[in-house]
């Protein structure tokens, strides 16, 4: 099990300084050993915990498959030039009154 949460840290950490949040993924790397060892340890104590994670970790290889098709899209996108973050943060600001443009930016 905290071989399991190792590799899933480790992954999530090395992904996010690939795609340009370098600070948080060097955080995640940093404590990466550490937080799999302690989720471990309170699954080692609690069986309803450990039914948790265990049930996570299992299901976690399609999250993993998920989560690098995200990786290869991201980065194509900013090769592209797109930034699709920024489109999806659009979606939840308000909109200006004095703005009237309710029309999508075109992406190229």
């Known amino acids: 099990m905290e071989d399991g949460f190792l590799d899933q840290f ?3 950490g090395i992904n ?4 340009g949040a370098q600070a948080d993924g ?3 790397l940093a404590r ?6 302690k989720l471990t340890n309170v699954a080692r104590q609690n069986p309803a915990v450990y039914k948790a ?14 989560e690098e098709i995200g990786v290869v899209g ?13 489109w999806v943060k659009s979606l939840f600001k308000k909109k200006d009154a004095a703005d009237g443009n309710d029309q999508l930016s075109a992406v190229a």
Do not use: E, R
């Open 16 to 19: 996010l300084t690939l795609m």
């Open 32 to 37: 990466a050993q550490p937080l799999a060892h």
């Open 53 to 66: 994670l265990k049930k996570y970790l299992d299901g976690s290889v399609y999250a993993m498959l998920f």
């Open 10 to 12: 480790t992954s999530i």
């Open 74 to 86: 991201l980065a194509i996108c900013a090769n592209h030039g797109i930034d699709p973050f920024g």
């Open 26 to 28: 060097q955080i995640i």
